[in-house]
């Protein structure tokens, strides 16, 4: 076990993201490596992979009951990805939302609602990568981006999340452990003073798990006191297999309503 001696603020990376080569290659064993070094491993993860197929399943546990989602995540560098979020609880076919891009347009589509989007892909701000910003001021540029705050951003990029959610509070490794049939490592945040869920407890804490490999972030799971309020957990992990450009497409009926 090791605790986090000072507040990590390493998520952001000056180098662009192309030129971009993982600062760790390989974790040292378990009982070796310590948060901050851990924390570095999995703010790289997107560098370790030329593709992903990655698949999560989320439980939430609040006032309407227990929701269950379905995240499927594809992913080509650069600029390539496909995140498909499936709501249990909803009839097929209006049961899932599908995010797309191609890297300089994102294309989205809501079964759900009828609703379909096509715009430019956004760009970040000028100006945060300067010197005289804090390092908590900066972002992280991905090679490929995902949708904003979503499930599958955590996971593929997780260095803005460690750096501002888990880095808040004291954190300590829990040791090694086993997700999606992968080797994975175990870290515990107790009542971090930054939470991104409604129920901001002085007793909350957060359970991750960072794939050993790779560094994704392959377990989310958020307590408040002994309830567990939320819990992710990837189920597959395929990495470098050819994914073609089709799986990338995009099809939304034509009586969908186009809001831009």
């Known amino acids: 076990m090791s605790d986090l001696p000072a507040r990590w603020t390493r998520a952001a990376v000056a180098t662009r993201p192309a030129a971009r080569r993982p600062e760790i290659a390989a974790l040292p064993g378990s009982r070796d490596v310590d948060a901050a070094t851990l924390f ?22 609040g006032a309407p009951g227990e929701l269950q989602r379905i995240h499927e995540i594809l992913l080509r560098h650069p600029g390539f990805a496909r995140v498909t979020v499936r709501h249990a609880e909803r009839e097929i076919p209006r049961d899932h939302e599908v995010w797309a891009s191609d890297g300089t347009r994102v294309r989205t589509w809501s079964s759900i609602h009828d609703v379909a989007t096509d715009r430019p892909a956004r760009r970040h701000l000028g100006g945060l990568d300067s010197s005289t910003l804090p390092a908590t001021s900066k972002v992280y540029m991905p090679l490929t981006r995902l949708p904003i705050d979503s499930l599958a951003e955590m996971a593929v990029h997780p260095g803005t999340y460690l750096q501002n959610v888990i880095g808040t509070g004291p954190v300590r490794l829990t040791g090694g452990l086993r997700v999606a049939g992968r080797e994975a490592v175990g870290i515990e945040c107790l009542h971090p003073r930054t939470t991104r869920i409604a129920a901001d407890e002085p007793d909350h804490a957060v359970f991750l798990a960072a794939d ?46 186009r809001i831009y």
């Open 40 to 61: 570095t491993f999995m703010r790289d993860a997107e560098l370790r992979f030329r593709t992903l197929r990655m698949r999560i399943e989320e439980r939430t546990w």
């Open 212 to 257: 050993a490999q790779t560094g994704l972030l392959t377990l989310l799971e958020q307590r408040t006191g002994d309830a567990v309020v939320r819990r992710a957990e990837a189920t597959s992990i395929e990495l470098d297999a050819e994914i073609p450009d089709s799986a990338f497409d995009l099809a939304v009926p034509a009586t969908a309503r």
